[in-house]
Every structure is written in C-alpha cells, then in structure tokens.
C-alpha cells in the first residue's frame, strides 16, 4: 500500500494543491530527503534534533492545532539545541499564529526561503552529456568544491545564519538520507567545477547544495547540472523536480524559472533570542 506522502504526491497529479496541501507534501519530502539525526513529536510540534544538519534539521515545525511553545522550547533545550521553529506562514494551519507569537517573544526572524517546483520529465535533458558524473558518495573534489562555494551555498542549501548553523556545508544528511540519493559532478573541459546533492521521496526528488566554482560560472554549468539531475530523477520514478532558495536570490530564481520551476510555497525561521 502506498505510504500517506506517497498518495498525497499522487493526488496532486490529479487536481491542483491547496497551500495547506503544498506545506503537507512538501514538509514530508524536505524531511525525507535532508533528514535529523532524531525526531520526536512533542507539544503539539515534530522536534528534529540534529548537531551537523543546519537548521532545516534542527528546529521545530507545528503540526497540531494544540500546540506549546514553552513545552518545545524545554525540549529542544533538553537536546542542548537552541530553540528554532520552521514557519511556513502562507501554506500551513496556524503557522502564522504562531509567528506572531514568536515574534511577540523576541524571536529573531531569517530570511525566507521559495520552494520552487516543476515537472521532472519537462526539466530533464534528454541525454547526459559527459561533462555530468553522477557518484554514489561524496568525492574529495565534491567536498572541496563546496569549501571553495561555502558563501555562496546558503541559496541552495537551509544554512542560515543561527547558534546551530554549520561554518560549512553538513553532508551528515545528506549520508543518512535513504535511496535513492545521488551527488552530481559537473566538469568543465576535465576539471571538476560543480556540484549538487539530488535525493527522492516517492515521487518528487529535491535537488540541495548547487554549487558552481568562480572561474566556471555564466557558462550554462548550474544549467545543466539542474537538467542532469532530473534527468536522473525520472530514471528513479520521480515526477516531480523541487528546490529551494532564498528569495532575494534572483539569479538563482532566475535559472530554475528557465526551466519551468515556479514557487509553490515559501517558509522562514524564528530563532530564539
């Protein structure tokens, strides 16, 4: 029998998605796909607990109308893990009750962040040329590619500025997320230049931590290392191609736009004073 996020994925091939039916899905699949080194549902919240995860893995998102947040913040400090919340105002149930009332407690609010989605049949290169290597682990090059994009990555990947985010890029989810998973390559001539992280859930794969190297830039790379990778995901069963970004990152938008991904949903975070 399929799983409850699978049947949710499938329902919206059927009939378009309310917001609340966006946040659902798409909460399911980012947690699948960047998952905590532990959960547990307390106080009307599901806690991820995570010491190398940034705070996409660690903080709490309100799931249930009856909710506490001194309950959550007791617990989330019981972890030694600074109290952080996941709002997602415009999509979610009570989300922006509770933002206000985190504001009112001197929560400082981050940037927000687009979730952008689009058909992964539409996106996918009809071929993957041989500049794209997909690997089954991190690479040194990999890792090295990441250090050397580490100010640039925050676009891409949930490291915004907070007391749990990582000086560079975690790749412990990355490693705990089950398959299929994969890490790109992308070559410029015979240099490895690029990177990404793309993993699936049911039937949407999410594509993390695009990262491009200064001298390879402007060059259609991060093009095509998107297209690469969903490519790739429709080889896996994915229908769907999904991201995340900060707003204010146009040009960022800009490229998955090209490709046909539009927002769907847009979420930020409330960390503690």
């Not at 989330?76 to 415009?90: K, N, S, T, V, Y």
């Not at 927000?112 to 682990?137: N, R």
Request: proline share 7%.
């Amino acid at each position: 029998m399929p799983s409850q996020t699978g049947l949710l994925a499938q329902s919206h091939h059927l009939r378009p998605r309310s917001r609340a039916m966006t946040s659902l899905i798409a909460q399911s699949w980012l947690q699948t796909t960047w998952p905590a080194d532990q959960v547990r549902h307390e106080a009307g919240f599901l806690l991820r607990r995570s010491s190398s995860g940034g705070l996409a893995a660690a903080s709490a998102l309100l799931q249930d109308a009856d909710w506490s947040v001194e309950r959550a913040e007791n617990a989330m400090r019981a972890w030694d893990q600074h109290p952080i919340f996941e709002i997602w105002p415009e999509n979610a149930p009570h989300h922006a009750a509770l933002d206000v009332d985190l504001e009112r407690r001197g929560y400082r609010r981050s940037a927000s962040w687009h979730l952008l989605e689009g058909d992964a049949a539409d996106i996918a290169l009809e071929q993957c040329e041989e500049h794209t290597i997909f690997c089954e682990a991190i690479l040194a090059c990999i890792e090295e590619i990441w250090a050397a994009s580490a100010p640039d990555l925050s676009p891409y990947a949930p490291l915004i500025e907070g007391p749990n985010s990582p000086a560079r890029l975690p790749t412990a989810p990355m490693e705990r997320a089950v398959p299929p998973k994969t890490w790109i390559l992308g070559r410029q001539g015979d240099t490895p230049s690029g990177c990404a992280f793309v993993a699936v859930a049911d039937t949407t794969a999410v594509l993390r931590a695009l990262a491009v190297l200064e001298l390879a830039r402007r060059q259609g790379l991060g093009h095509r290392m998107v297209r690469a990778g969903a490519a790739w995901a429709v080889a896996q069963g994915a229908r769907r191609f999904a991201t995340i970004l900060q707003e204010e990152n146009r040009p960022a938008r800009a490229l998955f736009s090209a490709l046909g991904m539009t927002a769907t949903g847009r979420f930020h975070y409330r960390i503690a004073p």
